[in-house]
């Protein structure tokens, strides 16, 4: 018998010691998507982004590329900076996020 049928996905990645791993990379990829959707509204092309961070289009698209596992949530947060955005994380209690 299957010991994960009617227990839920992330039991199963607590279960697995992958929880913090999957969750810090779900974090990365929205912050990631955030910052698109941001440079779309405002119209601000890579290069222009580039230029606000002093850095290069390359270090953009790789900061944007939400399957690179480098990208850091340092980077995130100064492409949001040069966005006139800042990145928030906090910490929230587990009973709170197991009802969220």
Do not use: C, Y
């Amino acid at each position: 018998m299957n010991q994960h049928i009617g227990s839920d996905f992330d039991d199963f990645l607590v279960e697995q010691g992958l929880a913090e791993e999957v969750s810090a990379a779900a974090l990365k990829r929205v912050i990631a998507w955030q910052i698109a959707e941001t440079m779309k509204a405002q119209r601000v092309t890579k290069k222009a982004l580039a230029e606000r961070m002093h850095t290069s289009r390359t270090a953009v698209d790789r900061a944007l590329d939400q399957d690179d596992p480098g990208m850091t949530l340092a980077t995130l947060a100064s492409a949001a900076r040069a966005l006139g955005q800042r990145v928030e994380v906090r910490l929230i209690p587990e009973v709170e996020a197991a009802h969220a």
